[in-house]
């Protein structure tokens, strides 16, 4: 996931992990969660410092770095483990997200179909898709400014 480099690069963002959140399958695997039978999405769960970055900071490296206007689609992959959507942990990120999201809209021609629902259980994707960008040599360093290249 390209975001996950995107986003360990900001100060203030102390780790990030992809994995799969919102389906009905407790531990799923890739390869379950790629028949789109688990109903889990694809995502990144950031831990961060609010004192440095702020959640705002973060949604906007969301909505700049994906197409928030196609349904279960990013780029070639196509599913509904590849759908928009962002997971809150609290009344306060759900208020944030709608917010951000109707600042975002007037930059996108189309429609944002980013679903924005409660956070469920995360679960960390396999050990091979952790900082796979990072293991193909690019840098995760914060401040980073190299172009991040994404492969698949």
């Known amino acids: 996931m390209c975001i996950r480099d995107r986003?360990?690069?900001?100060?203030?963002v102390l780790d990030s992990?992809?994995?799969?959140?919102?389906?009905?399958?407790a531990d799923p695997t890739y390869q379950e969660v790629c028949t789109?039978?688990?109903?889990?999405?694809?995502?990144?769960?950031?831990t961060y410092d609010p004192?440095?970055?702020t959640y705002k900071e973060l949604l906007d490296v969301f909505w700049g770095k994906h197409d928030p206007t196609t349904k279960d689609r990013q780029g070639n992959d196509v599913g509904t483990q590849y759908r928009s959507a962002i997971f809150y942990h609290?009344?306060?990120?759900?208020?944030?997200?709608?917010?951000s999201l109707k600042a975002w809209q007037p930059k996108f021609s189309s429609p944002i179909v980013t679903e924005i629902i409660p956070a469920s259980t995360f679960y960390s994707a396999e050990e091979y898709h952790q900082r796979y960008?990072?293991?193909?040599?690019?840098?995760a360093a914060k401040g980073c400014k190299d172009k991040i290249r994404c492969y698949g």
């Open 7 to 12: 986003y360990q690069r900001l100060p203030g």
């Open 17 to 25: 992990q992809v994995g799969y959140i919102g389906g009905s399958k």
């Open 36 to 46: 789109g039978r688990t109903n889990h999405a694809e995502a990144v769960q950031v």
């Open 51 to 53: 004192k440095v970055v």
């Open 90 to 99: 609290s009344e306060e990120q759900k208020r944030e997200a709608e917010e």
């Open 133 to 139: 960008l990072e293991k193909k040599g690019q840098s």
